[in-house]
């Protein structure tokens, strides 16, 4: 069956851009039996009800909240009837490699205090009696006796200590040096032995501050992302990290804008400001831990492939949206069809369905590594980081595409079940009617209004969309979300309504999928695939406006095969061998820079810029090699992050390199194709690529 009509492809070629009719609101892909149990039985309640739960820990990798986190996942799932949830275990301590992510060692923290105190106090805590205490608490009892002023306490709240920061029992003078990530920063001041105050990220800074200049320790206002609402909150405490492989161990806290705001004016003014900083916490040997369960599929040839709900359980407390969200949501997606087919409301699907709680990032490279059965099985992923934001928060829901270098039909599943919740959730908003308004009794009323976006980067979707496993993924997420990653991510900003609407696009999308088969497969695919193509046209004709005429019809060909690449993705999903050819001359002998042909190694798998740890700075460096200029290059719509990744994907032994740096052009603007022949070669010599003759 081809999900593309060949009138679609031909329209879209010669550049006109075609409306698909207006459907009646009738369910998609799904019968509308199944779609209402599915609508009746979401509950965004029973979802923000676990949100709640997760968020009491303090999720950071290998730590014990994640560890508490992960079992009050593990316990939800086996009451809920998954017989078989397991947390899945898995060394880190910085030397092992799962693929392209070295496992960083488990960190946590006990305590940690900042405070502002009296040139007195280093006298005073020199001749304390009390030397066996870890905490400092005897400085501390005399600070909060002497009047002294308590700027951070990690028992409140946990966010203040930045992620990796060492043990530490430090008073020393703070010092201004704005940004701190610039040696020009530094001109003038000594910083040997004082804790410095910075803008930037800790990590940013700790080589220049503590490895060049001799700093104690750092104190960071590093904002939240520069959205419309930058800098419009003082009082938000973002989540701070320092370099986990960094060999200038430091501590770090974070602080507001409204506090560092006062310190840089009082420091401005020539007055003295001497800080005490205590913390136990630190590094140390530890485990992955991924959760995970499955509802087993009831087709003999088919139930060894999965269909798997992916988030990320790590974030500091309370990383309410971000993404306490995303896990209660597939959460009670697994607590839904387990309940819907145990009851006979819902069929067992063919496939297997498992859902995976694991490390952002860099729990999923190790997962995919560590049990390659899992990559080879599963077929599609439903990822959700962000699903939850209410009003206040700002946040746009989108459901993201996959990568150009990546076509699939998955894809237009979510946004055939994300369109009808648009139009039935906009419906019931504007007349108090609608067949499935998917409201939940403690939420919004707000229509859904998601968003059908191109592929962007930033969660775990990238994993498994990454070359070495080539595994299509839906992501739904927020974007943007004013208070993530900051103290005020709460659950008070969630939404009951967004979470049951996200949790039903998830659930029926990855439902469709696991019941999708030869015999069931539908013409109800060609409908939504004629509006997706009307989408893809439109989004074509946006981005060849001011090109010149060969860019133009470069990226008409990008797109035209990118269509046909979803064609044959349904087919390779129902079983059909996919096509490997694309038409390329190989190289030859004295072969021109756009004529050579790359092949990805078969390891290291995942992507080369990880979480916490850069797989192709290190081995660049090791190998002598300057960094590629790719990797600064700003295009229209990307920047040089998407076109290394997206490069290193189109090398598929297939595409010279010209068609390689069309296809990156015409997903993210224009580029030089030298930029894309060096990269290219200097992932050769590391041994990510290697050359097809």
Known sequence: MRVFTRLAIALLVAGVVFLA??????????????????????????????????????????????HEAAEFVAERLEAYGLQDAAILQFPADGKIFYGTQRSRPAWDADFAELWEVAKEVNEVKEKRSNKSDPHGVGVNEWLAASG???????EAEPIVLAEDSESADVTADLVDVGEGTKESDYAGKDVKGKIVLVSAQPGAVQDLAVGKFGAAGIVSYAQNQKTAWWGEDENLIR???????????????????????????????GEEIRLHAVAKAGQHAG????????????????????????????????????????CVTILEVARTLQKLIAEGKLARPARTIRFIWPPEIEGTVTLLNAKPEFAKRIKAVVHMDMVGGGPETKAVFHVTRGPMSLPSFVHDVAWAFAEFVNEQSYKFAATGKAEFPLVAPEGGKEPLGAADSAYTLGSDHQVYQDSSFGIPAIYLNDWPDRYIPTNLDTAAYIDPTKLKRAAFIGAASGYFLARLNVQNASSGLELSSEARSARLAARMFSRIRGLSKAEEASVKQVFTDYVAGSDESLQAFLGAPRSTSSGTRLNANNAKPGELVFA?????KGPLEVFGYDYFEEHRRAAGVATPKLLRYEGLWGAGEEYAYEVLNFADGQRNTQKIRDAVSAEYGPVPLELVVEYLLAAEKIGVVEQVK
Request: proline share 5%.
């Open 287 to 326: 485990n992955y831990e991924v959760v995970t369960a499955a509802i087993r599929g009831a087709d003999r040839q088919l139930q060894d492939e999965e269909i798997a709900f992916s988030c990320h359980l790590d974030h500091q407390r309370p990383g309410a949206n971000d993404n306490a969200s995303g």
């Open 600 to 604: 990805r190694t078969a390891t290291p």
């Open 239 to 269: 989540w701070g990290h320092l370099e986990t492989f960094s060999p200038n161990k430091t501590f770090a806290f974070m602080v507001s804008l409204q506090t560092a705001r006062r310190l840089r004016e009082r420091l401005a003014q």
């Open 21 to 66: 009719a207006g459907r009646a609101q009738k369910p998609p892909l799904l019968p509308e039996k199944e779609v209402a149990a599915l609508a009746n039985e979401l509950s965004g309640e029973t979802a923000k009800r676990n949100l709640e739960g997760v968020a009491r820990f303090h999720r950071q990798r290998g730590s014990k909240g994640f």
């Open 148 to 154: 002294e002023k308590k700027m951070a306490s990690y």
